[in-house]
């Protein structure tokens, strides 16, 4: 399919549009469709990242260490395989291990100890050169309210702190139950919270500003002056959704929500994108290869 989309093998290893993901099945499995895969990729060079996804206290040992330590294994040994395959496939350590709600029977996608595996996963495939892939920035709730918010932004926050490189995957509700765009909207805001907060900035002369300081000097403000307006701009961060305005202001205007923003958001964005629309011969071809995998694809 990648091959079919690109027009030929070279464009497709030049310009991947996507890439194979194994995940070995938590304890110490792997399934054969997932590394028959590999067989088929490893002609792109396609990066590989690798995530078992174990469940502490379910797939995994009930106490954090033993659940990472086991993943870290799986990983490994995952890593072990592609370069069997193929030496130098390039791969992806995916340190994406959960705990396990032993009140309801659910998975737990965010709760603290989300953020305790977030971190020293990351710090795990960092020990070993890797790029780190971690399930952080996600939510158990099943809609972009209050909970979404403080579930996906402090374990954004703290997988960005420790250096992750791909987080995922945004826009899933309730423990992986259901994709909403309504809840991708107020990640992309989390997003933009988080990168604002990593962002470098500039100690200087001019940022420091201290002839201003003596120009304003006691008692004054900085509201009119140059200096304020050439950079307000680009010290401050300025939100999408979430809302500032005094309270008479934000009762007058509707006094909604944040699930009603990201709603109001979202009708905007589909609104107005115009998606480019397929060729009707390479439509044919995927719809072929589909069907064709269907007939041949391993189950186990």
């Known amino acids: 399919m990648m091959i079919a989309l690109r027009g030929d093998e070279a464009r497709a290893k030049a310009f991947p549009v996507c890439y194979p993901f194994l995940e070995p099945i938590s304890p110490l499995r792997f399934p054969f469709n997932g590394i028959d895969l590999l067989f088929e990729t490893a002609r792109l060079n396609l990066p590989v990242p690798i995530g078992p996804m174990a469940q502490m206290g379910l797939s995994a040992p009930a106490t954090l260490a033993g659940t990472m330590a086991q993943e870290n294994a799986e990983i490994l040994a995952g890593i072990c395989i592609t370069q069997l395959i193929q030496s130098g496939m390039p791969v992806c350590y995916g340190g994406i291990c959960h705990a396990f709600d032993m009140g309801t029977t659910q998975m737990i996608f965010s709760g603290p100890e989300q953020g305790f595996f977030g971190v020293a996963m990351t710090q795990l495939g960092k020990f070993y050169g890797l790029p780190v892939y971690i399930n952080v920035g996600l939510t158990d709730a099943k809609r972009p309210d209050a909970q979404a918010g403080l579930e996906s932004g402090i374990t954004l926050m703290l997988g960005a702190a420790a250096g992750a490189d791909i987080f995922g995957h945004m826009g899933i509700a309730g423990v992986d139950q259901a994709t909403s765009l309504d809840m991708l909207v107020m990640q992309c805001e989390v997003i933009s919270y988080v990168e604002s907060v990593m962002r470098e900035f500039t100690v200087s002369d001019e940022t420091l500003g201290l002839p201003v300081v003596e120009e304003v000097g006691p008692g004054g403000n900085f509201i009119n002056h140059d200096?304020?307006?050439?950079?307000?701009?680009?010290?401050?961060?300025?939100?999408?959704?979430?809302?500032?305005?005094?309270?008479?202001?934000?009762?007058?205007?509707?006094?909604?929500?944040?699930?009603?923003?990201?709603?109001a958001r979202k009708a905007q964005l589909l609104h107005a994108h115009r998606p480019e629309p397929m060729d009707p011969g390479l439509a044919t071809t995927l719809n072929e290869l589909a069907q064709a995998a269907k007939s041949s694809i391993t189950t186990v």
Do not use: I
Not at 230 to 255: C, I, K, M, V
């Open 227 to 263: 200096h304020t307006a050439a950079h307000f701009r680009g010290e401050l961060w300025f939100p999408t959704l979430l809302d500032r305005h005094y309270y008479d202001q934000w009762r007058n205007t509707g006094a909604r929500d944040l699930e009603a923003r990201c709603v």
